[in-house]
């Protein structure tokens, strides 16, 4: 940390940082410069509130230096994680490109079944599909709950497909655990503090979207929730972030993705459909995301997106769906990847 | 809902919107414009995913007219609502401003003691203090828990003051609320469906903070989720966006607050120490939400923050909070209150 | 400035580092921490582009320390700057809250004589009125051209208000000078810095908005850019930031006003008309602006909104604006200034 | 347009509206709802400013149905413009990737010129360079004027590269034009429509990027304006965005490239340099650009970043740029294109 004084600011001034940087078990290094003096504050103290120094008197800011995040992090593990998703053998994190489809909600055992075919003949490698759905509104569709669970089994067992499915809270773990092969923890729950340390006692996979208006940093925290309850199976993924923009529901930042595999060994995928909220943009942003280097994507899917229950604006066709995931394996073969 | 053709779309193109829009029970309006069609939708269905028309053959876009959330709306309660806060009679919501004051945690018990009669005597009706704290990082300091909450009990039974703490998860909801006299959801939160369902089971009042990248509208569905729920108490709190600033930790959008007050009845208060993140704006803000029309405050006031374990970067001493009472109370008066 | 090393860093790495500041006249320190080690680059070269040493290996990052403005800052000055505006006497950055109010645009003689005024008698010290509008689309309507100027003159010759209207470019800051007495810069001309160069050759005061997605030290350069071309008479103007709000048209950060304070001499005044959008939230706005510190405001008033050529929805007629003055006159008593 | 009323409004209100509707030379249509009314009013009144109407008793809002642009829309050109840039028939927009690159500023011929020959090598069709800079601070380099342009003039001389190079003011566009091949409108004179105006009496074609908060209607207008002053060669760019990310300095919103194509026949391009500020991200958001359909890039190359005078934390060196530039053309064939 790097605490900058004000500009005339006195010795005893900086002689009382110097004393609250020592309070915190920090070594102090001062550094006197030409127009401003610094006080570097040395040693590993993640969990011990820094911030507080702004307060004292003629202290212009702090700079944190050190990542708060480790096992998440690069310098703790330098080779990249590989995960793996279901029975069959699949993985997110290796060479290949690990995408998972299927509706925003399951709505009917047909609806679930017809989809699982046709994205698993696509190439597909898991299913997705909320029985419990979070909704902006208390009126909108809340999910068809365990008897929606029971469905995407059954698809799996027909499939073969490994099932991620979302899990909203924390009394919901088990019973979700107990379908799912991957726990997703949706946008709305990133800061759900207590339901990430839940997952952390799991083994499953967990599936990790970003929040809406996360920093890079707090998404990482995220994992390191999860990472440090004892589950090292963490997916990142990114799902666009709130911004001025208004012909998109969200923006989708794909520069997350570098930034994520010079920060981190964690894998991590793209979520093209909330991403940008509109159906005709989807298969541009999969292509776009598997040539910035994501490791994957999950993908909404739909039979007949103008009578699906929720999220139809931004659900694509089985028939798109597959014509996308031709473009997407061209697009990872020149990258050197697979799909 | 309007539905917004493309230019060149075909009478069976918009014979087809048409028939989905009385698929969903709605009644069908066609505008034929010199540029453009519009299918105009007319009937009350708060409950469908209608974006689901826009992957309909050349639909450009869909408009929605009515806004989703209904209780919490003017339109069906004109009158303010006022809520009771706390045994002592004090109200928010009615011509008082009504301050809550008090640090980010409760570290000690003469922390919380002294601050609580600092407050108090400075004209605070209520008493924040984190027992359980939403933590950013796993290392952070994670609050003391019940023994924290015991703590708030005491320095209520001394002053007299309301007790607004927060409840991160469905299952600590009894546990705070054998506490609290306010249950306070933290903008991390604001998106927890099923948190919000279970304080809407309560009678205790409940202040629900904005999510940082919430719009106006998913705010007030959240005290939708709580009020359908049966609880008609609920106190909005505005404490910050993320934005493109980087002088502050979050930008405070005080407009929100004439906003809130043409589309709803309930009250809003504002934070402008989560609304700026830095404690020398504290004092300014306080009176700019004030002026704007706010109907209180909640402040993070801290007797040494120096030496804070959390938040001290944003919390005012309580020397500065009686000072910024003494001009919270003039701007008050000017603009008809009392404080 | 603050180079950050990535871990693993070799000492080779941190020599590399070490001559590329010396390569830029700055004088090195190196502190090697617990896990990281950094490179303080010690000396005021404001004019150096410094993130360069970001592309020498394993460097992490680059962390300025000096604000990159000079005259503008409170360093060089620290006496708020009082500014005069007009030939009346009027100023703004004393204790006395200077208003400017006004249409968008010049529309008629009728139009502009009336509000002008009924603005002077509600105590206003200034007129705005656009005859150069700067149209986001070329169909709109573009302002009345000189013939505009010479009828705000004619106000000016009748009312005794200041007369503030935009100049957009270069070649026609002779002509508006001739006439306005305070020229404005729009916030989509903020960067424009040839145009910022020339009417910094100029004695006649400036008003410079903020652009819409500027940074504050992006804010304090333009003003710099003025100053240091030998115009000091720079009065900024918070007018509102694009942000992910959609109840609003843009959102209206007023920390910006504790935040200049800290950093700048200059008077900070707001526009609450653009920095909303809308006409009913102007007068909160309004009172919640000088609560925070302002010294002064520029709002939009037209004596017919419904029918306004321009910025129809966020204009407030003349009543509203001299029911407003009252309020924020007394906001003003409230805050220990005058209005 | 769509006027909605707000609930509980009056036949009175409701005729009101429509006579307002009426003085705007449009047809009304009236639509009584369950919970709502609308007043549709219908024509191709793009130069009026409906807003006003908002000012209206017991108007809600107004829903704008026309998009605001014309020229530059696909309602009346339907095939995508292919422009042609330089000398030496390049074009943007075809089927074939047009990449321009070179480095933020001339500095020497020596830099230009071994910059050209690298990256024509590599497969650029332009060279970029900066004669003129627009710099955010007044005591940043401001580049080499008139001498960069003879630079630049010598270095297509040698390579047949057309050279695209900043034009920032109205009186500069002559001399700009007299060496340019493309002339580039910076983001931040995306809104200075005078210079939009006079680019747009020349035939040159121009690079028009985005400004740094835009909406992608306000780009397409800025379009507009250059294209109804006569000038159909314009090639849009998108350079990146503000928002709550830090780890980059703009966030890159590949999502614009779809929505373009939906909207406009206009070619556009990426700028991953300033789309994200740091050179280790720019090859992988070259490929995501290409991969998302756009047109070409815009890249900073330079041979020595670590000693650039400008923007040298996100110039790629010539050896990056050649390795980008095969994984570009992968891309390409992945996507149907050539490059």
Redesign the interface.
Known sequence: M?V?MK?GCTPADVQHVVE?VR?LGLKD?V?V????T?V?A???K??I?K??????PMVDR??P??A??KVASK?VKQEPSVIRVGAAGATIGGPKIGVIAGPCSVETEEQILTTARRVRAAGAIGLRGGAFK????????QGLGEQGLKMLARARDETGLAIVTEV????MVDLVASYADVLQIGA??M?????L?VVGQCRKPVLLKR???A????FL?AA??IM??GNPNVILCERG????????RN?????????VK?ESHLPIIVDPSH??G????VP??C???????ADGLIVEVHPD???????????ITCETFAQTMN?VR??A???GRTA
Chains 1, 2, 3, 4 share one sequence.
């Open positions: 790097i900058v500009p609250l309070q290094h550094i410069g030409t127009d401003r610094v570097a040395i040693g590993d993640r969990g509130d911030g507080a120094i702004e307060n004292a702090i700079v230096i050190l708060p995040y310098e979070p909704r902006t509104s208390p009126y909108d569709f909203m809270a924390v009394d709305r729950n800061h759900n503090f207590e339901l340390k929040g809406m208006a920093t890079l940093e707090e925290l390191e929730y440090s309850a972030i709130r911004t001025s923009e208004t012909y998109v923006t989708l930042p794909l520069a997350v993705v570098p930034a010079r991403g940008t509109h159906a005709y943009m541009a942003m292509r776009a995301a598997i040539a910035a280097g997106p103008e009578h699906a229950l929720t999220d139809g604006a931004q659900s473009e061209a697009v073969h020149a990258v």
